[in-house]
Protein backbone atom coordinates (compact mmCIF):
# COMPACT_ATOMS: atom_id res chain seq x y z
CA UNK A 1 0.00 0.00 0.00
CA UNK A 2 1.30 3.50 -0.97
CA UNK A 3 1.14 6.36 1.21
CA UNK A 4 1.52 9.93 0.85
CA UNK A 5 2.82 11.89 4.21
CA UNK A 6 3.06 15.88 3.83
CA UNK A 7 4.65 18.33 6.08
CA UNK A 8 5.52 21.93 6.58
CA UNK A 9 2.57 23.47 6.42
CA UNK A 10 1.49 26.22 8.91
CA UNK A 11 0.77 30.17 9.44
CA UNK A 12 2.51 32.42 7.67
CA UNK A 13 2.05 36.16 7.18
CA UNK A 14 1.74 37.47 3.65
CA UNK A 15 5.46 37.96 2.11
CA UNK A 16 6.80 34.95 4.35
CA UNK A 17 8.08 31.49 2.87
CA UNK A 18 7.24 28.05 3.50
CA UNK A 19 8.36 24.79 2.37
CA UNK A 20 6.14 21.77 1.99
CA UNK A 21 7.38 17.75 1.95
CA UNK A 22 6.14 15.22 0.64
CA UNK A 23 7.45 11.55 1.29
CA UNK A 24 6.11 8.40 -0.35
CA UNK A 25 6.47 4.88 1.18
CA UNK A 26 5.20 1.47 0.40
CA UNK A 27 5.47 -0.01 -2.87
CA UNK A 28 5.74 2.32 -5.81
CA UNK A 29 7.02 0.57 -9.63
CA UNK A 30 7.91 3.53 -10.62
CA UNK A 31 6.89 7.48 -10.72
CA UNK A 32 5.94 9.17 -13.69
CA UNK A 33 5.20 12.12 -11.64
CA UNK A 34 4.41 13.57 -8.11
CA UNK A 35 3.32 17.17 -7.61
CA UNK A 36 1.10 19.35 -5.26
CA UNK A 37 -2.48 20.59 -5.78
CA UNK A 38 -4.38 23.05 -3.62
CA UNK A 39 -8.32 23.02 -2.40
CA UNK A 40 -8.41 27.02 -1.45
CA UNK A 41 -11.76 27.99 0.60
CA UNK A 42 -14.62 28.06 -1.34
CA UNK A 43 -12.92 27.07 -4.62
CA UNK A 44 -12.07 23.46 -6.24
CA UNK A 45 -9.18 21.47 -6.20
CA UNK A 46 -6.43 22.47 -8.38
CA UNK A 47 -3.15 21.65 -9.47
CA UNK A 48 -0.24 23.62 -8.21
CA UNK A 49 2.66 22.28 -9.65
CA UNK A 50 4.07 19.27 -10.71
CA UNK A 51 7.13 17.44 -11.73
CA UNK A 52 8.35 14.57 -14.01
CA UNK A 53 11.43 12.08 -13.69
CA UNK A 54 12.90 13.99 -15.96
CA UNK A 55 12.68 17.28 -13.87
CA UNK A 56 10.42 19.15 -16.44
CA UNK A 57 7.70 21.31 -14.54
CA UNK A 58 4.55 22.47 -14.86
CA UNK A 59 2.86 25.43 -12.53
CA UNK A 60 0.18 27.26 -12.02
CA UNK A 61 -0.22 30.43 -13.21
CA UNK A 62 -0.68 32.22 -10.03
CA UNK A 63 2.36 30.61 -8.33
CA UNK A 64 4.99 30.99 -11.52
CA UNK A 65 7.81 32.78 -10.03
CA UNK A 66 7.37 32.49 -6.38
CA UNK A 67 6.85 28.51 -6.06
CA UNK A 68 9.48 25.72 -6.89
CA UNK A 69 8.92 22.41 -7.18
CA UNK A 70 11.42 19.65 -6.94
CA UNK A 71 12.02 16.25 -5.88
CA UNK A 72 13.98 13.71 -5.23
CA UNK A 73 13.52 10.72 -6.95
CA UNK A 74 15.67 8.19 -4.53
CA UNK A 75 13.25 9.18 -2.05
CA UNK A 76 9.89 9.41 -3.72
CA UNK A 77 9.86 12.62 -2.26
CA UNK A 78 8.66 15.66 -3.91
CA UNK A 79 8.79 19.69 -2.28
CA UNK A 80 7.28 22.39 -2.78
CA UNK A 81 9.58 25.78 -1.85
CA UNK A 82 6.95 28.92 -1.49
CA UNK A 83 8.11 32.33 -1.46
CA UNK A 84 6.48 35.71 -1.72
CA UNK A 85 3.10 34.00 -0.14
CA UNK A 86 0.16 35.81 -0.83
CA UNK A 87 -3.31 35.49 1.21
CA UNK A 88 -4.78 33.82 -2.03
CA UNK A 89 -2.57 30.92 -1.12
CA UNK A 90 -4.36 29.77 1.89
CA UNK A 91 -5.44 26.33 1.16
CA UNK A 92 -5.27 22.88 2.04
CA UNK A 93 -1.87 21.79 -0.08
CA UNK A 94 -2.00 17.84 -1.31
CA UNK A 95 0.52 15.62 -2.53
CA UNK A 96 0.01 13.85 -5.69
CA UNK A 97 1.65 10.81 -6.95
CA UNK A 98 1.12 9.35 -10.56
CA UNK A 99 2.49 5.82 -11.37
CA UNK A 100 4.08 4.82 -14.55
CA UNK A 101 1.61 2.01 -14.18
CA UNK A 102 -1.27 4.48 -14.28
CA UNK A 103 -1.84 4.48 -10.52
CA UNK A 104 -2.99 7.98 -8.71
CA UNK A 105 -2.29 7.91 -5.20
CA UNK A 106 -3.01 11.29 -2.49
CA UNK A 107 -1.62 12.25 0.69
CA UNK A 108 -4.26 13.57 3.38
CA UNK A 109 -3.21 17.18 2.96
CA UNK A 110 -1.77 19.85 5.02
CA UNK A 111 -3.12 23.16 5.85
CA UNK A 112 -1.51 26.56 4.37
CA UNK A 113 -2.52 29.67 6.02
CA UNK A 114 -1.68 32.84 4.89
CA UNK A 115 -2.43 35.49 7.26
CA UNK A 116 -1.06 38.85 9.08
Known amino acids: QVQLVESGGGLVQPGGSLRLSCVAS????????MGWFRQAPGKEHALVAAIDGENATNYAGSVKGRFTVSRDNARNAVYLQMNSLKREDTGVYYCHLHSSGGREYWGKGIVVTVSS
Open 26 to 33: GTITSVNY
